[in-house]
T-cell receptor, first 116, second 115 residues
Framework: EAQVTQNPRYLITVTGKKLTVTCSQN?????MSWYRQDPGLGLRQIYY???????DKGDVPEGYKVSRKEKRNFPLILESPSPNQTSLYFC???????????????FGEGSRLTVL | AQSVTQLGSHVSVSEGALVLLRCNYS??????LFWYVQYPNQGLQLLLK??????LVKGINGFEAEFKKSETSFHLTKPSAHMSDAAEYFC?????????????FGGGTRVLVKP
C-alpha cells in the first residue's frame, strides 16, 4: 500500500530535550516536505527536499532541522524544543509536476507534539 | 507569492442540505489548485484538483469545485450533505517553480453536519 509513515504519532516532551520525528514514504517520490498545523492558520511549510541531499527552508523553519540521506526518509529534528513548537506535524511527499501529476501531496497521518 | 483565503472557519449544515465552502486565491502565475479533507485524527486526503482548461472539477465523495479565473475563486460544493462529511476542509494553491511542489493552504473550514 502506498503510504507516508510518521513516528511517533503522539509525543509529550520537555523544553530543551532533543527529539526526532521520522518520516518514510514507499512511493519513490523525489519531493518531500514537512508542515505544521495550528488552529486557524492551516498548514505552514517548515522544510522541503527536492532530492537526496537537497533541502531548503519553507515559511517557518526556525527551530527545526531536516536531513535527506536516503530518498525514502526525511526526518524532522527539533534540537531544543520550546513550547511554541507544540503543534500537529505532517510529512508529505509527491512526484514533480510533469510526471503525470499536478504535484499533489500525499500526507502522513500526523504527529502531535506537546512541549512542556 | 501565493495566498489562500477560506471564508468561514466553521460551517454548519443539515443532513441533505447543500454544502458550500468558499476559497479565494492569489497567484502571480496560473495556479494549481487543490481541496483536501481531514477527518478527525487523520492526515489530509486529496478531495480534488484543478485541471487546466476545466471549469468544473469532480472529486471523491460527491464533491465538486468550480474554477472562476475572473473571481480568483475555487469554491467547493456538494449537493446533499451526509453525516460522514463532517471534517475539516482545506483549499490549497501551488505555483511550483523554485519552491517545487510547495502548497500554500488556507486556514481551513470545519464542517458540522446536523441530523
Amino acid at each position: 500500500e502506498a503510504q507516508v509513515t510518521q513516528n511517533p504519532r503522539y509525543l509529550i516532551t520537555v523544553t530543551g530535550k532533543k527529539l526526532t520525528v521520522t518520516c518514510s514514504q514507499n512511493m519513490n517520490h523525489e519531493y518531500m516536505s514537512w508542515y505544521r498545523q495550528d488552529p486557524g492558520l492551516g498548514l505552514r511549510q517548515i522544510y522541503y527536499s527536492m532530492n537526496v541531499e537537497v533541502t531548503d527552508k519553507g515559511d517557518v523553519p526556525e527551530g527545526y532541522k531536516v536531513s535527506r540521506k536516503e530518498k525514502r526518509n526525511f526526518p524532522l529534528i527539533l534540537e531544543s524544543p520550546s513550547p511554541n513548537q507544540t503543534s500537529l506535524y505532517f510529512c508529505a511527499s509527491s512526484l514533480f509536476r510533469g510526471q503525470g501529476t499536478n504535484g499533489e501531496l500525499f500526507f502522513g497521518e500526523g504527529s502531535r507534539l506537546t512541549v512542556l | 507569492a501565493q495566498s489562500v483565503t477560506q471564508l468561514g472557519s466553521h460551517v454548519s449544515v443539515s443532513e441533505g442540505a447543500l454544502v458550500l465552502l468558499r476559497c479565494n486565491y492569489s497567484s502571480s502565475v496560473p495556479p494549481y489548485l487543490f481541496w483536501y479533507v481531514q477527518y478527525p485524527n487523520q492526515g489530509l486526503q486529496l478531495l480534488l484538483k484543478y485541471t487546466t482548461g476545466a471549469t468544473l472539477v469532480k472529486g471523491i465523495n460527491g464533491f465538486e469545485a468550480e474554477f472562476k479565473k475572473s473571481e480568483t475563486s475555487f469554491h467547493l460544493t456538494k449537493p446533499s450533505a451526509h453525516m460522514s462529511d463532517a471534517a475539516e476542509y482545506f483549499c490549497a494553491v501551488s505555483a511550483g517553480g523554485s519552491a517545487g511542489n510547495k502548497l500554500t493552504f488556507g486556514g481551513g473550514t470545519r464542517v458540522l453536519v446536523k441530523p
